[in-house]
Each structure stands twice: as C-alpha cells, then as structure tokens.
C-alpha cells in the first residue's frame, strides 16, 4: 500500500527544495494560537535547527496567556530590518491571510506552507493542505519524519506531539485516522516522557475550578441540544480570566447525552476589533458551515465564529440548533 509521504513525495519534495535554498527562514502561524499552531511551528523550528544549523531559522506571532511559556518559548521578536532581505515564510496551520499572526509574511521571496484548514486563498508558491488531517502537525511530523538525511528529536516530537493531541481532542475526534497513530507511534519512538509532557498540558491552578463552576452554573441548553456558555468581561474580571481563556471550559459538555454541539461565548473588548470570541464543537454534525456564516470557520467538530453584537445570540444558536431538529 503506498503510505502517506509516498502519495505526496511531489509536493514534499518541492518544499524541500525551498527549504533546502533558503539560508534564512521565518515560521508564521494563526493568532490566538492553540495547542497545534503552537506545536507545529515549534516542531518544524527545533527539526531545522537541529538538522540545518547553518540556517537562520526564527518563529514569530503573538502569544498565549498560559502555553507560554509552561509549554513553549516566548515568540521572537524580530524588528523590520530582518525583513527586508531574502527570506523563506514557512505558514503552518492557517487557511486564511488575515489570521496570519505576523502580516511580515507577505515581505518574503518565497512563502510555503502545511495547513488541513480549508484553503480560502491562495496564499503560497508551494503547499502541502490536507483537510482530512486531524492536525497540522499530523502533516508537518510525516513531512519531516521523511526528509531524506535528517534525524527527529525528541525535544522536537514532543512539539509536534502537543500538536496532535491538542487538534484530535485526545484523539477523539473524526479526524482521528491511522495515520494518526502512526505518526504518535513515530514520535513516541523518540522516547520523550509521555507523562509528564500530558501533566504539562492539562494542568489546571486551584481558581481555574471557580470558572468551571460559574460555567456550570450559568450554561444554557437550545431545545434541540445546543449547550452553550456566555462570559461577559465583567464576569471575566471577577473570574480574573482573559478572554482568549473563556474557550477553556467548552468540552465539560462533551459526551453529555442529548448535547449535540457545545459553544463558549467570551466577550472581548479589544479596542481595536470588540466582540464575542466563539469556540464551537460538536459531536457529530459539521459545524464548520455555521462557523463562516458567523465571521469564523475552522473543522467539522472544533470551529471558531464571532458575533459582534450579542443581541444576535438566539439567531446564531437558532442556526446551531436547526442542525439538530430530526427530519
Ligand atoms: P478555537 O475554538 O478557537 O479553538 O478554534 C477551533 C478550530 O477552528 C481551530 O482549528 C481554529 O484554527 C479554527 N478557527 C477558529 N477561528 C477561526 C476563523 N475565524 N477562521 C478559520 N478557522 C478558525
């Protein structure tokens, strides 16, 4: 049976080519980085340190209120002048420009990128985009993992791990295939402790029990099994929580029975672009449609979407729900 990298030996090869004639190389990834974005890019960066160390190799975007740095180093900060010579954009994990969380991307020579969100624009010369992947690391680690003359760390499988686990929800979700565990099988061999790398990821503070509290307290249920929360910035501030960590509690509604789809609702009043930050996963039905009618996207169990005014909170659950009315 022709494996994975053999299918796509093409593609690999013309990214290989790209990276193997650029002495100078920036990873970009999306904003507001999950365990994935995070995972990919780290894992490709410390795999090209480790195999080409006369490159010039660098990671930028924004950061994370709790990864960072429990779990990854503080992004670079790299000033304008970096830019301004020949240089190689490798894009992991992100379909759109505008999600890019670096917009210095569009300044290099040669942008490439490994992605399994769906491809809205065109935005590289070269691309390897699999929707049917569980996660980008799932795609970047087979990349690497056949890169003729190079070795994968465990410091790097481990990146790539969080990755893996982070986007297949424990490896839970649809997305989930064999190949999948193959490639946890690949980087489990590189011999990084498994448990202690899973205490790292999931460990929780005392007070992060006072938000799962409020979240169980305050949730809401659509008639056709739409489970979902909202935190207000008032009740962020009370809760000593930002934004970006109201999406922490989503899954308490996964594999409750009659819940179809779950969804947290986080105000952020971000000056520049307010709204309410959406997370919405499902068990079952696609959600990703609803996702981009309501300002997001993402994958068929696990999608983002926004509302920028509240008060159409009963249409967008309204439009949830009608998945889920039995025809
Ligand atoms: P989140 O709920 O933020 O964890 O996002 C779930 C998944 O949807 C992740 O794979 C995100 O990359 C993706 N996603 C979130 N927001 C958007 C968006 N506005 N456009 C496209 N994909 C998104």
Redesign the pocket.
């Known amino acids: 049976m022709t494996s994975y990298s053999e299918l796509h030996e093409t593609t690999y090869e013309k990214l290989r080519e790209e990276i193997r004639t650029h002495a100078r190389i920036v990873i970009f990834r999306?904003i507001?980085p999950?365990f994935?974005?995070l995972g990919t890019q780290m894992g490709l960066y410390t795999f090209l340190k480790d195999n080409f160390p006369e490159k010039d190799v660098h990671f930028v975007g924004d950061g994370h209120p709790t990864f960072i740095p429990r779990l990854f180093p503080e992004p670079e900060k790299l000033d304008e002048d970096y830019f301004k010579q020949k240089f190689l954009a490798i894009v992991v994990?992100?379909?759109?420009r505008k999600?890019i969380a670096d917009p210095r991307f569009e300044m290099a020579d040669a942008i490439i990128k490994f992605d399994h969100?769906p491809a809205n624009e065109e935005i590289a010369k070269v691309a390897m985009l699999d929707e049917e992947s569980g996660a980008a690391s799932e795609i970047v680690s087979d990349f690497c993992l056949s890169f003729p003359g190079t070795h994968l760390s465990s410091e790097a499988a481990k990146y790539f791990y969080i990755g893996l686990v982070g986007?297949t929800g424990r490896f839970m979700y649809s997305s989930t295939s064999t190949h999948t565990f193959e490639i946890a099988e690949a980087l489990l061999k590189t011999g990084f402790n498994l448990s202690s790398l899973y205490q790292k990821m999931y460990e929780k503070k005392l007070d992060d029990l006072k938000v799962t509290a409020y979240v169980l307290n305050h949730f809401s249920v659509s008639p056709h099994g739409v489970a979902y929360y909202l935190l207000s910035d008032q009740v962020q501030k009370e809760l000593a929580i930002t934004s970006e960590r109201g999406?922490e509690n989503?899954n308490l509604f996964a594999n409750i029975e009659g819940i179809n789809a779950w969804c947290s609702l986080s105000e952020d009043l971000s000056p520049n672009d307010p709204c309410w930050?959406?997370?919405?996963?499902s068990k079952e039905k696609d959600i990703a449609p609803i996702?981009n009618k309501w300002?997001?996207?993402?994958?068929p169990q696990?999608?983002?979407?926004?509302l920028d005014d509240i008060s159409d909170l009963d249409k967008f659950i309204g439009d949830l729900d009608a998945l889920f009315i039995e025809e």
Do not use: E, F, L, Y
Request: without cysteine; aromatic residues 0%.
């Open positions: 999306h507001k999950d994935d974005a994990d992100v379909g759109d999600r969100h986007d999406k989503v930050r959406i997370s919405i996963r996702a300002g997001g996207g993402g994958h696990a999608s983002g979407a926004r």
